[in-house]
């Protein structure tokens, strides 16, 4: 199956795209896509994970919803699906 991920703020500098393609099994989950991107695009590993988990800053989308009012990161994705995920940005 196919997954579209969109990439804003430093996510895109790392890639200098805004969005890539990933091929993966069907049945996956948010976690597993997330660790594939990671491995497939080695410049956004540290952005994603600090040692082998999550960062606790990253906000995870799916299709538009953040996947905690869903199933959190074993969320089971399906072709065709878009991954989005942010960092707070504070000001004032």
Do not use: W
């Not at 600090?50 to 538009?64: A, K, Q, T, Y």
């Amino acid at each position: 199956m196919q997954v579209q991920v969109k990439l804003f703020g430093e996510f895109r500098e790392a890639l200098g795209t805004d969005t890539v393609f990933l091929d993966l099994p069907g049945g996956v989950d948010c976690l597993h896509a997330l660790k594939a991107l990671s491995a497939r695009y080695p410049a956004l590993a540290p952005l994603l994970f600090s040692e082998d988990n999550i960062r606790d800053h990253l906000h995870v989308f799916l299709n538009g919803q953040n996947v905690n009012n869903l199933g959190g990161l074993s969320t089971r994705l399906s072709d065709g699906d878009v991954l989005t995920f942010f960092t707070p940005i504070s000001g004032g």
